[in-house]
């Protein structure tokens, strides 16, 4: 079945760029919408944004200009960049996946594991 | 923007009891895109319930939701002692794409 493997830096100063990639393994990175989610410590779910599988995106606007996600066909995987970051970013984040038509929406069916992305000085 | 208030933001039951957690939209728009999860401690979040009544792969049948305009429930039949855990309800579609509502723990 398909699996999400989520990777990057987990310890960042603040200012600096948030780099987190997951990995598509067991299927095809078309015909999805692949979604990036953050949680804060004790806190509850924070969209951050989506991309598709033609490389249309939707982002949070309370993220401003600060997120880019992009895909990458070629290699199974799709990428969140989160550039200032500040202790207000410090948080679990996840992938997942859903499928999307114009009358349906299959929910997030598939999440990777999260990883912890902690800002400090 | 859709905001998502669910309702209460905890619920104290025990083992074998049923369970209504509720889901209010600040503005209406299509059930086939709202969604619940079930989130444990230290765990992503899984999918239990898609287009307001339909259950995800492998989920119990003592899981169901519904729907009445700009109100939504997900109801626990009989809890079992792995459904303590908190849940949240999450639409898609409008501004922003994607929200989920605050979250209702559910607990012992």
């Known amino acids: 079945q398909v699996q999400l493997q989520l990777w990057g830096a987990g310890l960042l100063r603040p200012s600096e760029t948030l780099s987190l990639t997951c990995a598509v393994s067991?299927?095809?990175?078309?015909?999805?919408?692949w979604t990036w989610i953050r949680q804060p410590p004790g806190k509850g779910l924070q969209w951050i944004g989506e991309?598709?599988?033609?490389?249309?995106?939707n982002n949070n606007p309370s993220l401003k200009s600060r997120v880019t996600i992009s895909v990458d066909m070629s290699k199974n995987h799709f990428s969140l960049n989160l550039r200032s970051v500040t202790a207000a970013d410090s948080a679990v984040y996840y992938c997942?996946?859903?499928?999307?038509?114009?009358?349906?929406?299959?929910?997030?069916?598939?999440w990777g594991q999260g990883a912890t992305v902690t800002v400090s000085s | 923007e859709i905001v998502l208030t669910q309702s209460p933001g905890t619920l104290s039951l025990s083992p074998g009891e049923g369970a209504t957690l509720s889901c209010r939209a600040s503005?209406?728009?299509?059930?086939?895109?709202l969604a619940w999860y079930q989130q444990k401690p230290g765990q992503a979040p899984r999918l239990l319930i898609y287009g307001s009544s339909s259950r995800a792969t492998g989920v119990p049948d003592r899981f169901s939701g519904s729907a009445s305009g700009t109100d939504f429930t997900l109801t626990i039949s009989r809890l079992e002692p792995e459904d303590f855990a908190v849940y949240y309800c999450?639409?898609?579609?409008?501004?922003?794409?994607?929200?989920f509502g605050g979250g209702t723990k559910v607990e012992i």
């Open positions: 999450q639409q898609y579609g409008n501004s922003p794409r994607l929200t």
């Open positions: 991309i598709n599988h033609s490389g249309s995106t």
């Open positions: 067991g299927g095809s990175i078309s015909h999805y919408y």
């Open positions: 997942a996946r859903a499928t999307v038509t114009a009358y349906s929406y299959s929910g997030l069916d598939v």
């Open positions: 503005q209406s728009f299509s059930s086939n895109f």
